[in-house]
């Protein structure tokens, strides 16, 4: 048995390091993002590099309560906190402060703390602690009921906050549920689920299911060779496409033929799947399902894109896609981020040279384009130093977790490294025009208490239950 004494020397020192200086190097770049000749001090405690240095403060007392915290204390008390974390996100529609038209922050005094950061570590061990559970069974429909139960109340707070950024990091959770058991069909049916949704913001509903349905009959032939019955399937949807236009063109009605694709594809679908499974074809019944699905979810892309996402998260995805381009608009901050990137070369403009930062040029450059700042004074060496100690850390991670031989623990420490690996590649995705500019932070580097405190605890959670790896976390 591990003695409690003992949890400094078993703590992974080579981790601290990777967050010591990326909240180092971050605070740098906060300063050069927002010099001020008048207040040239970094160590002025009115601007927000002298902010940021009280929250770094902050963050190592935080991370040192953390380490010094019973690591049984976590596993007995990991529902309590979620739900104490659920209560305070249901508090902020009605005491919340907005914030560029998000809900999403709770104003106390002079410090704003947005409870939907936290979240994300109080998620993170109540799924640890069911998936560790002994009744837990990946495949089970109470098992997949509670973990979606434990995901859908956070994620539904937050978008009623009006916040889609932080609400889409809590989809990054099915990496870890994919290396706990859970079927790669899965994963796969997620990655078809984001291509037609860029199909059909590219081109017209009619246009993906029509792709949808062509690429059903192509891959039902090449797993079953059997031309006679993709003959029949085609057939049956023509057949129930050609009777709707008919009926609509004798009775001169003026219904879309998306519609009739709609119908078409559903009710084709429905009789195919009965008469598969009455065969006991599950692998056709499977792929008639996932075909289904796609169909009724490129159907509902047009609703939610034009009527549930607001109009500036519209037009950046847009600008994404190519479907438009406004540089002077909605592609004004990636567009300017680029050029502050690119102007950057390979060894930088040098500490405080940098033009676009200097005059305000790029918005947000200390929160979420913070990574602007290194590219434009640091150059490329800046940047690759930068991604290194990110990619760094995630390795190191992953080690932690599979050395660890408590699956509570072992889940929990993918949970981080999945939330720190998606915050990473989108924050650094929208700088570069590579992903729609959701508004979240760049872990350890962007100006910002609630979300520096949040990953320090995240972390360090992790890194004292590593400590206690030879303890039996049982329960």
């Not at 929990?412 to 990473?424: D, K, Q, R, T």
């Not at 700088?431 to 100006?447: D, E, K, M, N, Q």
């Amino acid at each position: 048995m591990q003695k409690k004494d003992n949890v400094w020397e078993k703590l992974d020192w080579i981790t601290v390091s990777i967050y010591l200086a990326m909240m180092f190097i971050g605070w740098i770049n906060i300063y050069a993002a927002v010099y001020n000749e008048e207040h040239k001090s970094i160590f002025d405690m009115t601007q927000v590099y002298g902010k940021q240095l009280m929250w770094i403060g902050a963050a190592i007392f935080i991370a040192m309560m953390m380490i010094n915290v019973d690591s049984k204390f976590f596993v007995t008390f990991a529902f309590p906190i979620y739900i104490i974390l659920l209560m305070l996100l249901m508090l902020v529609p009605i005491i919340g402060t907005a914030i560029n038209g998000a809900k999403s922050w709770i104003s106390i005094g002079n410090f704003l703390l947005q409870p939907s950061e936290f979240m994300k570590m109080g998620v993170s061990l109540a799924l640890a602690r069911y998936i560790s559970s002994h009744d837990f069974k990946m495949h089970s429909w109470k098992s997949l009921a509670v973990i979606a139960g434990i995901l859908f109340l956070p994620v539904a707070m937050i978008f009623l906050q009006n916040d889609t950024g932080s609400a889409l990091v809590f989809g990054v959770f099915l990496l870890v549920l994919f290396r706990e058991g859970l079927n790669g069909i899965v994963l796969f049916f997620s990655f078809l689920i984001a291509i037609v949704f860029v199909l059909t913001i590219i081109f017209d509903p009619l246009v993906t299911i029509l792709f949808l349905t062509f690429a059903a009959f192509l891959i039902n032939y090449l797993i079953r060779k059997n031309v006679k019955r993709n003959l029949v399937g085609i057939s049956v949807f023509t057949g129930i496409f050609g009777i709707e236009w008919f009926a609509n063109y004798f009775f001169q009605g003026s219904v879309s033929p998306v519609f009739f694709l709609l119908v078409a594809a559903v009710l084709s679908s429905i009789a195919f799947l009965i008469w598969s499974l009455s065969l006991h074809k599950r692998s056709l019944a499977l792929l008639i399902g996932i075909y289904l699905g796609l169909v009724l979810f490129t159907v509902s892309v047009d609703y939610v894109f034009d009527n549930i996402m607001q109009e500036h998260q519209r037009s950046r995805i847009n600008e994404l896609l190519g479907v438009q381009s406004d540089v002077h608009g909605s592609g004004y901050h990636v567009n300017q981020s680029k050029i502050a990137i690119g102007s950057g070369g390979f060894f930088g403009k040098g500490f405080l040279q940098g033009t676009q930062t200097k005059y305000d040029f790029v918005p947000e450059q200390s929160t979420d384009f913070i990574f602007c700042t290194v590219g434009e004074e640091w150059g490329f060496i800046g940047t690759t130093l930068v991604v290194g100690l990110f990619m760094g850390l995630l390795m190191r991670l992953i080690f932690l977790a599979e050395r660890n031989r408590s699956r509570f623990s072992r889940v929990y420490g993918y949970c981080v490294a999945s939330i720190l690996f998606f915050h990473f590649a989108i924050n650094i995705g929208m700088t570069i025009g590579l992903a729609p500019v959701i508004g979240i932070p760049l872990p350890f580097f962007s100006y910002g208490g609630s979300s520096l405190w949040s990953f320090t605890l995240l972390l360090f959670v992790f890194l004292r239950l590593d400590a206690s790896r030879f303890e039996q976390l049982s329960f």
